[in-house]
């Protein structure tokens, strides 16, 4: 374990980056996502919160991305499979947790495993709705604003249904 002193005298403690080189390929990876999107913000102590995310980036440089490189590089398809699936299942679930492989999915795509690059292609529609949705969002907001501006008689009847038909070609699209 790695122990990390809060001011008030409590700890907190993070398995041992070198336990998880026993772990599943893709586990180091879904614990630190957890760990930066669950815990780290519940840590009252600024310095226990510095130390910990500087923990979690050594586990993704040491750890999580070299193993993770390492069995997309290598011809073990059953593991990468495996990986995928589980990496599938965790992007149903919660994406920000698979973000860091995002970079990788491109080289699964041009894999000749048809099930291999089902998967990469599955998790990287996941990503692909997940920014459109973010962005229909945004274009969402800002087409209310401009609903406004034009019921206000700020801005004309043309400008408006410009910005409303950008964001209708975006929702449809």
Excluded: H
């Excluded at 994406?95 to 491109?106: F, I, Q």
């Amino acid at each position: 374990m790695r122990i990390f002193n809060k001011k008030d005298g409590g700890i907190v403690q993070v398995i041992d980056k070198e336990k998880m080189k026993d772990w599943p390929v893709e586990l180091p990876l879904i614990f630190v996502e957890y760990m930066r999107e669950k815990k780290v913000n519940t840590y009252d102590d600024p310095k226990v919160k510095k130390e910990v995310s500087k923990y979690l980036d050594e586990i993704l440089r040491d750890i999580a991305m070299p193993r993770l490189i390492s069995l997309l590089k290598e011809e073990k398809e059953e593991e990468i499979i495996m990986a995928l699936e589980r990496l599938k299942e965790l992007a149903q679930k919660n994406l920000e947790m698979v973000k860091p492989m995002r970079p990788y999915l491109d080289d699964l795509l041009k894999k000749k495993n048809k099930q291999i690059v089902k998967l990469a292609k599955s998790i990287s529609e996941s990503f692909a709705r997940a920014e459109k949705n973010k962005l229909l969002a945004e274009k969402r907001k800002l087409m209310q604003e401009k609903e406004n501006l034009f019921l206000q008689g700020k801005i004309t009847a043309e400008e408006y249904a410009k910005y409303r038909k950008e964001y209708l070609l975006l929702k449809k699209g």
